[in-house]
């Protein structure tokens, strides 16, 4: 398996860009996780899917923010409109059942200048 | 405060030492903890996990648990210059699934 995909690995706009973030995870894998990392705050769960169902959003920082899983296959995170504060590194992690491991993406290095 | 605590360092040790990392976590109800590794510019991964008061040994790593004064710790024996990196300490709520990640200890062992 090639592990959790996510693309692009860097991105950079301009504030006020519509920014998307994109997720392939393990197949079989049935929790899929959103983080954001910084220097300021560390490693942030904004969002997890259990079954492609959203269970808890309560680390997504404001409505600018939103998540989907349309399938097993596929998340996106989304950022509308994109502000400098949002600049991170986001990360995608997924996990079969209650396993312990998660199995983190390479990351996307977001920039909003 | 805050949910997980870790002493962000850097801290350096030589190597062939024992390196020390703690953590401390605000929520009784959590039940797993987990020790991931983050090396400069990657993503994290486990290293090792723990669910019972006392220690779990795993090569050159031991996580120790005390879950009355709500702490973990990992260590390291003969440390390496490969051990340097930014080891994460996340407890788990079983009954959320949730993992929050400390901030992390900066561990760098001088060759």
């Known amino acids: 398996d090639a592990g959790v995909i996510q693309s692009p690995r860097h991105e950079v706009t301009e504030m006020g860009q519509e920014v998307t973030l994109r997720c392939k995870p393990i197949s079989g894998h049935d929790y899929l996780f959103w983080y954001r990392q910084t220097m300021m705050r560390g490693l942030e769960l904004l969002i997890y899917?259990?079954?492609?169902?959203?269970?808890?959003d309560s680390g997504m920082p404001e409505d600018r923010f939103s998540a989907k899983m349309p399938n097993a296959s596929f998340s996106t995170l989304k950022i509308q409109p994109s502000e400098p504060r949002d600049s991170a590194v986001y990360f995608c992690?997924?996990?079969f059942g209650v396993g312990e491991k998660l199995f983190f993406g390479s990351g996307t290095q977001l920039s909003v200048l | 405060q805050k949910e997980v605590e870790q002493n962000s360092g850097p801290l350096s040790v030589p190597e062939g030492a024992i390196a020390s990392l703690n953590c401390t976590y605000s929520?009784?109800?959590?039940?797993?903890f987990f020790w991931y590794r983050q090396y400069s510019g990657k993503s994290p991964e486990l290293i090792m996990s723990?669910?019972?008061?006392g220690d779990k040994e795993d090569g050159r790593f031991t996580a120790q648990l005390n879950k009355a004064s709500q702490y973990v710790s990992l260590l390291i024996r003969d440390s390496q210059p490969s051990d340097s990196a930014t080891y994460l300490c996340a407890p788990r709520m079983d009954s959320s699934y949730k993992l929050i990640f400390g901030s992390g200890t900066r561990l760098l062992v001088r060759p």
């Open positions: 929520d009784r109800g959590s039940q797993s």
């Open positions: 723990i669910y019972s008061n």
């Open positions: 899917f259990n079954n492609n169902v959203p269970i808890d």
């Open positions: 992690a997924s996990s």
